[in-house]
Nanobody, 117 residues
Framework: QVQLVESGGGLVQPGGSLKLSCVASGKVFSLWAMGWYRQAPGKQRELVAKITDDGDKMDFNDDVKGRFTISRDNAKAMLYLQMNRLKPEDTAAYYC??????????WGQGTQVTVSS
């Protein structure tokens, strides 16, 4: 069973930045592509960024492309999401999980990001 713990969220003004972190345990982290997901109130959870197991390739959805960066440290089983030029529409709970082929059934508690002036 995988355990995922996200952190780093908070309240930030539009245009600001945050860096999210995720620590994974219970699985061999380096074997899997990983992703960051988010869920806003009343909306379905969506994948916003993913990274290959070796960290060589990244992919982003169009809403965050050019503003967010995903990275990982396999030695520490850590996943990161650097979010820049944040917008109010980025407000959501953010989660990490496997990026491909599908997420694991187990989710962490998430970390809340609120973008507001």
């Amino acid at each position: 069973q995988v355990q995922l713990v996200e952190s780093g969220g908070g309240l930030v003004q539009p245009g600001g930045s945050l860096k999210l972190s995720c620590v994974a345990s219970g699985k061999v982290f380096s074997l899997w592509a990983m992703g960051w997901y988010r869920q806003a109130p009343g909306k379905q959870r969506e994948l916003v960024a993913k990274i290959t197991d070796d960290g060589d390739k990244m992919d982003f959805n169009d809403d965050v492309k050019g503003r967010f960066t995903i990275s990982r440290d396999n030695a520490k089983a850590m996943l990161y999401l650097q979010m820049n030029r944040l917008k109010p529409e980025d407000t959501a709970a953010y989660y990490c999980n496997r990026g491909e082929p599908i997420p694991w059934n187990s989710w962490g508690q998430g970390t809340q990001v609120t973008v507001s002036s």
